[in-house]
């Protein structure tokens, strides 16, 4: 009897963690990898695709023992592959999709009415939620949900070959066709919602070192303003099986919106996120004057950062001034503020609760 309450308890013990309301953070237990060299998030790029080559058809005619003349047996050429974009969940970025993708050519006919062979499509792997814009900019293809296809450059047909053109007058026609060639075009793929939580704050307010904290990336930290010039992406795990994507953008100054600084470039990286997070250095003498300059850097931009989910995170407050900061900044504004220290770890978990909070809520809007 003992022992079956024991079993039970033990049960209900290793079932807690999902029956609790808000999913924890789970901290990952490898440590980092010193030796892959660290990459940015790529979500715009140029690319040109060409399809393949149809082959070409073949003139050929057929001499037998006894039959010389036993007629045109030149076959037809394969018709080349297309190229195909396929949206897929396996993979996040355009890193893996390169600048000028090739489809492979048809074969070409030969004698005894052999047929090429049709090339196979090129298939290629983008992220959900890639926008394929035209060379004028016009957005021709949404790849929205997991398995759509857009077919960015068909290939050529493969040509006849002389068996083909045999007619009532002429029963020996040296012609054939030379295979198509495929489509060459050139288009902008971009994806559209990049993470699901954007870090927003000046230069060297300690973004870098935040998403160093709460994910597996590896951005650069250093003590100078614009070390990150590029976005990097960080995955957060919990323990519902939920993974929260975390960008680390670049420094935001007054004017960006002018384009000075990093500009307008990283303003869209930002318009790609589902939820913000204003991250503020609280050493800074009167860190709430820049909370509003990064609101009024956003609106500026575009009137719709105003409608999406935000909150203030006070950094550094390891540091001696922060403490006095942090009660005027929390008079300043009506955000809900989380204060941690993002170099000593202290206050991350409630910091990723909440960004859980914030995800469970809003997670429909992306994708
Ligand atoms: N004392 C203290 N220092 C911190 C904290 N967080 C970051 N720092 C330091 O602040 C400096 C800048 O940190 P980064 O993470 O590179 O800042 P950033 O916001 O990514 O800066 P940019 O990439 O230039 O925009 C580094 O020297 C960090 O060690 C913190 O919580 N406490
Ligand atoms: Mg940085």
């Known amino acids: 009897m003992f022992t079956k309450a024991n079993t039970v308890l033990k049960l209900l013990k290793n079932t807690r963690s999902f029956s609790q309301k808000v999913a924890q953070p789970l901290r990952s237990k490898k440590p980092k990898s010193s030796a892959t060299p660290v990459q940015d998030f790529l979500d715009l790029k140029q690319v040109r695709v060409v399809g393949g080559k149809g082959g070409d058809g073949c003139i050929s005619f057929l001499s037998l023992w006894a039959n010389e003349f036993a007629g045109p047996d030149g076959g037809d050429g394969g018709n080349g592959g297309h190229v195909i974009l396929k949206a897929t969940q396996d993979i996040k970025d355009l890193h893996a999709v390169s600048t000028v993708i090739r489809a492979e050519n048809g074969e070409n006919g030969r004698n005894k009415d052999c047929h090429g062979k049709n090339a196979e499509h090129m298939v290629i792997n983008v992220p959900i939620g890639t926008i394929i814009k035209d060379s004028d900019g016009k957005v021709i293809g949404d790849l929205s949900r997991q398995g759509l296809m857009f077919v960015a450059a068909r290939g050529g047909a493969g040509g006849k070959g002389n068996k083909f053109f045999i007619s009532d007058t002429q029963q020996s026609p040296e012609i054939s066709e030379y295979g198509a060639n495929g489509e060459e075009l050139e288009y902008t793929i971009e994806i559209k919602s990049m993470a699901h939580i954007g870090l927003i704050g000046f230069p060297n307010a300690g973004k870098s070192t935040l998403l160093r904290a709460v994910s597996r990336a590896r951005p650069k930290v250093a003590p100078y303003p614009f070390t990150t010039l590029k976005p990097h992406l960080g995955i957060v795990q919990y323990d519902d099986y939920e993974q929260v994507a975390v960008a680390d953008l670049p420094g935001l100054i007054p004017d960006s919106h002018k384009n000075k600084g990093l500009g307008i470039q990283f303003l869209?990286?930002?318009?790609?996120?589902?939820?913000?997070?204003?991250?503020?250095?609280?050493?800074?003498?009167?860190?709430?004057?820049?909370?509003?300059?990064?609101?009024?850097?956003?609106?500026?931009?575009?009137?719709?950062?105003?409608?999406?989910?935000?909150?203030?995170?006070?950094?550094?407050?390891?540091?001696?001034?922060a403490k006095e900061n942090l009660e005027l900044l929390k008079q300043n504004t009506t955000l809900p503020v989380i204060p941690i220290s993002a170099k000593l770890g202290d206050n991350i978990s409630q910091l990723l609760t909440e960004i859980k909070i914030i995800y469970d809520k809003n997670e429909k809007n992306v994708e």
């Open 268 to 321: 869209k990286h930002a318009e790609r996120c589902m939820a913000l997070i204003y991250l503020l250095d609280m050493s800074q003498t009167e860190p709430w004057r820049h909370l509003e300059t990064l609101q009024f850097e956003l609106s500026q931009f575009s009137e719709d950062f105003r409608q999406k989910p935000q909150i203030v995170v006070a950094n550094k407050m390891d540091l001696p001034e």
